[in-house]
């Protein structure tokens, strides 16, 4: 398997910034994914990142550094429906895709 | 509307029961997967498409069985489900590899006894 690590859980207010990270080690790397994922629900399309840089959109954006195998999500002016899990993936080869075990964001009023 | 659409939402079932999870997309997309989802493991790719009758192993294929035969279904048959199988599925499809990433079908909890 690929080596993909983010945090577990994580803690932030309305309003705030918060920077989600993610570690990743593979081969045949063809570009980053992040998803959010409310309880119950499937996940939803946030950002793809293929080269390095910061990818901005609206109040999400999405850093990737390939050769330190490391990405962030930022998300800026946190509001009470940003509340959800938040999933780092990675793509091989264009075709198989590699998730982190994902992090649940709490914002708290 | 466009989506993906899996059917059935849940299902319970019991081991050796063969089974079959549809999925269809209405978006014309060329690629095709599904997942499963564990609490702690995250998201496991089970197999995947690129096109009609071109279909590959994932992560997690032990198990599972896939077909393509029609650009817009990709159903996920389990010919002898068993309690490790017990998880939730998901089935998703996107027009490229990259670009705006996949759209996921609602899901499937499945639960074998």
């Known amino acids: 398997g690929q080596n993909i690590d983010q945090p577990t859980e994580m803690t932030a207010t309305e309003g705030a910034i918060v920077q989600i990270n993610c570690t990743y080690q593979?081969?045949?790397?063809?570009?980053l994914f992040w998803y959010q994922q409310h309880a119950g629900e499937a996940p939803t399309f946030l950002s793809y990142?293929?080269?390095?840089g910061l990818e901005e959109k609206g109040r999400f954006s999405s850093f990737l550094s390939r050769s330190k195998g490391y990405s962030y999500l930022l998300l800026k002016e946190l509001q009470m429906k940003d509340s959800a899990s938040y999933l780092c993936a990675v793509m091989r080869n264009f075709n198989k895709f590699y998730f982190g075990s994902g992090t649940k964001l709490n914002v708290k009023p | 509307e466009a989506q993906v659409t899996q059917n059935p939402r849940y299902l319970i079932t019991v081991t050796g029961k063969k089974l079959t999870v549809t999925c269809s997309q209405n978006?014309?997309?060329?690629?095709m997967s599904w997942y499963r989802q564990d609490p702690g493991l995250g998201l496991r790719q089970i197999y995947y498409?690129?096109?009609?009758?071109?279909?590959d192993k994932g992560d997690v294929p032990e198990g599972y069985k896939v077909s393509r035969k029609e650009k817009r279904n990709f159903p996920l048959i389990l010919e002898s489900p068993s309690p490790n199988q017990t998880s939730l599925y998901f089935c998703?499809?996107?027009?490229?590899?990259?670009?705006?990433?996949?759209?996921f079908g609602s899901g499937t909890r499945l639960t074998v006894v």
């Open positions: 990142n293929v080269l390095d």
């Open positions: 498409s690129m096109n009609v009758e071109v279909t």
């Open positions: 593979t081969s045949g790397f063809n570009g």
């Open positions: 978006m014309n997309h060329e690629y």
């Open positions: 998703a499809s996107s027009l490229e590899a990259g670009g705006e990433g996949y759209t």
